[in-house]
């Protein structure tokens, strides 16, 4: 039977994840999805000491894959933004230097930052427009649904920022 | 000061230079990295997602060209620009293994 675990929150805290995949693998769980809420199912199977990546990448081409396999990685889920590699202890790390993954961090991270900013905009735009035009009860279910939008790449935002720093810092 | 990133600088990094040198035939991406294996005795290891980003900015600067697609796998050769860039790296560490070389010589005849 299969069991399900909650995200720790993959963009902020993608280690957490990590440990907590690899910790479910030993005890004979292994993830084979995640949701677009952030739970992930794993299948049960034996016990085994696998290790697992994470990376970011976005408008993935055709050859992606290949570069994985090819260094034994095996992908598990593979989204646009998203993908999680499983591997077996003593795999090279799918970041060797510290100037790609600060690459590919920056590059997702400004990508971030321009959708907060056109979420911060939007949302204050309509703070300002409900000054002049009442929309009654439905006033507050917009204002909400905004703040989600705005919410998620703000969040994003703020793992990236983290990442950057952290990097750059070690 | 931010730092300034190796494809503003020109200054290449190890691994950067050794994906170039790699790339002076045309080649599938994910070759690379087992070539890089064996060239160095595997004491060189470029990770998946390290080759991956390194070759797509590559592509983005323009030292690297893409060729049309063998199936899925793609083809990446380097251009004029990226050999005039890997020719001026080539040649300032050369300039300083010499110098080592020279400085170190002096040191083992002194002692």
Redesign the interface.
């Known amino acids: 039977m299969g069991k399900y675990r909650l995200s720790n929150g993959l963009m902020v805290f993608p280690d957490k994840d990590i440990k907590m995949l690899e910790a479910m693998s030993r005890k004979g769980y292994h993830v084979d999805s995640i949701n677009a809420f952030g739970l992930y199912h794993f299948s049960e199977g034996e016990p085994k000491d696998y290790i697992y ?1 994470i ?1 970011y ?1 976005q408008n993935l ?4 894959l ?6 034994g ?1 095996t992908p598990i889920i593979v989204q646009d933004g998203i993908q999680i590699f499983r591997g077996v202890p003593g795999s ?6 510290k ?3 600060l ?2 961090l920056c590059r997702y991270r400004n990508g971030y930052l321009k959708a907060t900013i056109v979420t911060f905009l939007l949302l204050l735009l309509y703070t300002l427009s409900t000054r002049m035009i009442n929309l009654g009860v439905w006033e507050v279910v917009i204002w909400a649904c905004l703040w989600c939008v705005f919410v998620f790449p703000a969040t994003c935002l703020y793992g990236l920022v983290r990442a950057v720093r952290q990097l ?1 810092k070690g | 000061m931010g730092r300034v990133s190796p494809y503003e600088s020109g200054e290449l990094t190890d691994s950067i230079f050794i994906i170039l040198l790699c790339m002076l035939q045309p080649v599938h991406g994910y070759k690379i990295m087992q070539r890089i294996q064996e060239l160095t005795d595997g004491e060189l290891q470029i990770g998946p997602a390290t080759m991956y980003t390194t070759i797509s900015k590559l592509c983005e600067v323009g030292w690297v060209e893409e060729l049309a697609s063998d199936g899925n796998r793609r083809q990446y050769v380097i251009s004029e620009e990226g050999m005039a860039v890997l020719q001026k790296n080539f040649n300032f560490r050369k300039k300083i293994m010499a110098l080592a070389t020279e400085l170190l010589t002096q040191y083992e005849e002194e002692k």
Do not use: G, H, L, V
């Open positions: 990546a990376n990448e081409r055709e050859d992606f290949d570069y994985y396999q090819a260094s990685w090279i790390p799918i970041f060797t230097d100037d790609s993954k690459e590919m750059k």
